[in-house]
């Protein structure tokens, strides 16, 4: 237990209060050191541009991109993601890791929006919003997670160089699209979706050396190094 213990203090929780205190830093730099400095003086000429140039079919798209990354996608493709990975690795360890990504990141967005109250862009919103402040945008850092979480997954396990590029390619596509929709319909700033990159990126990165990481000692023994079988002890 004490092992245990010592590994989510050092791994996963000292991290995840560290990447915290490092959102709330930026948010305040954002919102109230730098806001007269460029680029934060042009964020909002950038977001009367987006707007002044929505069309019916890039608004269609951008409802696709912004689903995708909504409170209710991301639970629902995270928990099948994992069954799967569950089902069909017969182990905790990935289905864990990418639940644990998910959740910090989570975590942090609710944490820094409370911390940091940033009003969302002054132009039509295209989205309902929600409670939280503008900084950071949670539909981006939760698809940061997912998506980068998955492309995680799937690299490790790719047999070739060009299929784990066609993953990486592919799935990290999803948030930078999630990213620009947010941009697109008014919902954040430029600052708010790159802070949220950072806290998607750094949360998979957190969980991927806690969980994925087969030399972590969490229990009496040491986990075997990926590729070869624990020994016996003899009788």
């Avoid at 400095?37 to 019916?56: G, K, Q, Y």
């Avoid at 940091?116 to 295209?126: C, G, K, L, N, T």
């Avoid at 990290?172 to 319909?185: D, S």
């Amino acid at each position: 237990m004490s092992d245990v213990l010592v590994q989510s203090l050092k791994r996963v929780l000292l991290p995840v209060g560290l990447l915290l205190s490092v959102m709330v830093l930026l948010g305040v730099l954002v919102t109230r050191v730098f806001e007269r400095t460029w680029p934060f003086t042009v964020e909002d000429a950038v977001n009367r541009e987006l707007a002044a140039d929505r069309t019916e079919g890039w608004n269609s798209v951008s409802l696709v991109f912004s689903t995708l990354a909504s409170t209710q996608a991301i639970v629902l493709v995270t928990v099948i993601v994992a069954v799967v990975l569950r089902l069909v690795l017969h182990r905790w360890r990935e289905p864990v890791f990418l639940c644990a990504a998910v959740s910090a990141q989570a975590l942090i967005f609710l944490l820094t929006t409370m911390a940091i109250d940033r009003r969302r862009p002054a132009v039509e919103h295209m989205d309902a919003s929600p409670p939280t402040s503008s900084f950071p945008s949670g539909h981006t850092s939760a698809a940061a997670a997912l998506y980068v979480g998955i492309a995680v997954l799937l690299a490790l396990r790719a047999r070739s160089t060009p299929a784990k590029v066609a993953w990486w390619t592919l799935l990290v596509l999803v948030p930078v699209g999630v990213a620009l929709t947010r941009l697109y319909r008014g919902m954040h700033h430029p600052s708010d979706v790159v802070a949220s990159f950072l806290n998607g990126g750094i949360c998979v990165l957190i969980m991927a050396r806690a969980v994925l990481d087969r030399g972590v000692r969490w229990g009496r023994e040491k986990l075997p190094a990926a590729g070869r079988r624990a020994e016996v002890p003899a009788a």
